[in-house]
């Protein structure tokens, strides 16, 4: 099954379960691995509106960092400077265990541990680079500044002034890995229900299109798509990414590209842009850009926008001109999960649970979550269990239209505060006023 998009049977009526996890995404699919591998008779069951690993979990851009959408000064300043180094050194060996996992259970991944290389290429990137790096000294987080020619050693992009770099990532393949790991749950036991819809949940139940599902704890493991389900359309906004892939590159093209050690590769502009260089020698390239969608609006439709698909293009040439009439061979996105507070978190109350606002960092964060609600569910006191992440609760996104105008608003500033940067070569001011606002 871990190779076929062949759905699996839907939710075969009433059903009663120990466990039911709505979602079978990376956070709900780890959370089965853990709670198995801790009590292999628990009765587990997983919901998904499609296949297992539909949406971020199998399409986003290959991260596996120990990224957290929260700075660690943030943290700091609301739990102290402690748990906050608890929160980034759990991100750091979560890195590892994903890498532990994967081998252990024979899922071919395509994993490189390579480490990235964020590139600074004008003065206020550099300015915001050193910022990163002063941060990281503050709380051990890792971070080294590169020189220029340090940079271009790593990745020969263009314009480039300096770089930070951090061991703490690796390159993926997240379809292989979900789909691998979703067999993995299967194979040992838990049920797996695909084209099943949850509508809503409340304590004991999930109500689905397919019957209700019964079980003492419910998991909410739907980051992007969390709007969907009744009660919830303002936990989470669904904010769009998208992606190209060139053709694989001849080695001629990486020996002036670089990315040896398949390092994963940004840079310090606002409006954000990542890569990775695949197992097969593509250049996979995304960024955001895309609306978002008034309502919280979620459709396949909103996953391919030519405008910004032009924009990835443009820039990738930019970044490297040898890749000038490289072909593009695929183009794709999907939306993930953004908390009004950019605050991911992970918590069980009243017997239910849920993980999730990752912000496009949830590669990691979601085998993190998945060991935390092991944790809870178990009812087992761990480091896991007392990190700041768990229990939090974010406020309510604005009711429409003030989260249409809002989101888009701020979208179109980062776009100005590059352009405005680019032209004076000064910090964005806008960007720190909308930074303000959105946390």
């Given at each position: 099954?871990?190779?076929?998009?062949?759905?699996?049977?839907?939710?075969?009526?009433?059903?009663?379960?120990?466990?039911?996890?709505?979602?079978?995404?990376?956070?709900?699919?780890?959370?089965?691995?853990?709670?198995?591998?801790?009590?292999?008779?628990?009765?587990?069951?997983?919901?998904?509106?499609?296949?297992?690993?539909?949406?971020?979990?199998?399409?986003?851009?290959?991260?596996?960092?120990?990224?957290?959408?929260?700075?660690?000064?943030?943290?700091?300043?609301?739990?102290?400077?402690?748990?906050?180094?608890?929160?980034?050194?759990?991100?750091?060996?979560?890195?590892?265990?994903?890498i532990r996992v994967a081998a252990a259970e024979g899922i071919a991944a395509d994993i490189a541990h390579g480490g990235t290389v964020v590139l600074a290429r004008s003065a206020a990137q550099v300015e915001r680079a050193r910022d990163e790096l002063a941060e990281s000294?503050?709380?051990?987080?890792?971070?080294?500044?590169?020189?220029?020619?340090?940079?271009?050693?790593?990745?020969?992009?263009?314009?480039i002034r300096a770089a930070t770099y951090t061991p703490h990532c690796a390159a993926v393949h997240p379809a292989k890995l979900i789909r691998g790991l979703a067999a993995v749950v299967e194979?040992?036991?838990a049920r797996i229900y695909e084209r099943t819809t949850a509508t809503s949940l409340r304590p004991g139940v999930v109500e689905t299109d397919h019957g209700p599902l019964h079980a003492e704890t419910v998991i909410r493991a739907t980051e992007g798509y969390t709007a969907t389900l009744a009660g919830l359309g303002r936990r989470l906004?669904?904010?769009?990414?998208?992606?190209?892939?060139?053709?694989?590159?001849?080695?001629?093209?990486?020996?002036?590209?670089?990315?040896?050690?398949?390092?994963?590769?940004?840079?310090?502009r606002h409006l954000i842009v990542y890569g990775q260089r695949t197992a097969d020698d593509r250049l996979v390239f995304g960024g955001r850009g895309a609306p978002y969608h008034f309502g919280s609006g979620i459709s396949d439709e909103?996953?391919?926008?030519?405008?910004?698909?032009?924009?990835?293009?443009?820039?990738?040439?930019?970044?490297?001109?040898?890749?000038?009439?490289?072909?593009?061979?695929?183009?794709?996105?999907g939306p993930l999960g953004v908390a009004r507070d950019w605050h991911a978190s992970v918590g069980l109350?009243?017997?239910?649970?849920?993980?999730?606002?990752?912000?496009?960092?949830g590669l990691a964060g979601s085998n993190l979550a998945g060991r935390t609600l092991?944790?809870?569910?178990?009812?087992?006191?761990?480091?896991?269990?007392?990190?700041?992440?768990?229990?939090?609760?974010?406020?309510?996104?604005?009711?429409?239209p003030l989260r249409w105008l809002g989101a888009n608003a701020g979208l179109r500033a980062m776009v100005w505060a590059d352009a405005a940067e680019r032209r004076g070569g000064r910090p964005s001011r806008l960007a720190d006023a909308v930074n303000r606002v959105i946390g």
């Amino acid at each position: 099954m871990a190779g076929s998009l062949r759905p699996r049977a839907s939710l075969p009526g009433s059903t009663s379960v120990d466990v039911a996890i709505v979602g079978a995404g990376l956070t709900g699919v780890w959370t089965a691995y853990y709670l198995l591998e801790a009590e292999p008779s628990l009765r587990i069951a997983l919901l998904d509106a499609e296949i297992a690993g539909f949406g971020a979990s199998g399409r986003n851009g290959g991260w596996l960092s120990a990224l957290f959408p929260v700075s660690a000064s943030r943290i700091a300043a609301e739990h102290g400077r402690v748990p906050a180094m608890a929160q980034y050194a759990a991100m750091r060996d979560t890195v590892a265990e994903v890498i532990r996992v994967a081998a252990a259970e024979g899922i071919a991944a395509d994993i490189a541990h390579g480490g990235t290389v964020v590139l600074a290429r004008s003065a206020a990137q550099v300015e915001r680079a050193r910022d990163e790096l002063a941060e990281s000294d503050r709380f051990d987080l890792g971070v080294a500044l590169l020189d220029a020619a340090a940079a271009r050693a790593l990745v020969n992009a263009t314009d480039i002034r300096a770089a930070t770099y951090t061991p703490h990532c690796a390159a993926v393949h997240p379809a292989k890995l979900i789909r691998g790991l979703a067999a993995v749950v299967e194979a040992r036991g838990a049920r797996i229900y695909e084209r099943t819809t949850a509508t809503s949940l409340r304590p004991g139940v999930v109500e689905t299109d397919h019957g209700p599902l019964h079980a003492e704890t419910v998991i909410r493991a739907t980051e992007g798509y969390t709007a969907t389900l009744a009660g919830l359309g303002r936990r989470l906004v669904p904010v769009y990414s998208l992606m190209i892939a060139t053709e694989p590159l001849p080695e001629r093209c990486w020996e002036d590209i670089g990315l040896n050690a398949r390092e994963t590769f940004s840079d310090e502009r606002h409006l954000i842009v990542y890569g990775q260089r695949t197992a097969d020698d593509r250049l996979v390239f995304g960024g955001r850009g895309a609306p978002y969608h008034f309502g919280s609006g979620i459709s396949d439709e909103f996953d391919r926008v030519p405008r910004v698909f032009t924009d990835l293009e443009r820039t990738l040439v930019e970044l490297f001109p040898m890749l000038a009439g490289t072909r593009i061979t695929h183009r794709w996105g999907g939306p993930l999960g953004v908390a009004r507070d950019w605050h991911a978190s992970v918590g069980l109350r009243g017997g239910i649970g849920w993980a999730g606002g990752y912000v496009g960092d949830g590669l990691a964060g979601s085998n993190l979550a998945g060991r935390t609600l092991r944790d809870l569910i178990l009812a087992r006191s761990s480091p896991l269990t007392t990190l700041p992440w768990v229990g939090h609760r974010s406020p309510d996104w604005e009711p429409e239209p003030l989260r249409w105008l809002g989101a888009n608003a701020g979208l179109r500033a980062m776009v100005w505060a590059d352009a405005a940067e680019r032209r004076g070569g000064r910090p964005s001011r806008l960007a720190d006023a909308v930074n303000r606002v959105i946390g």
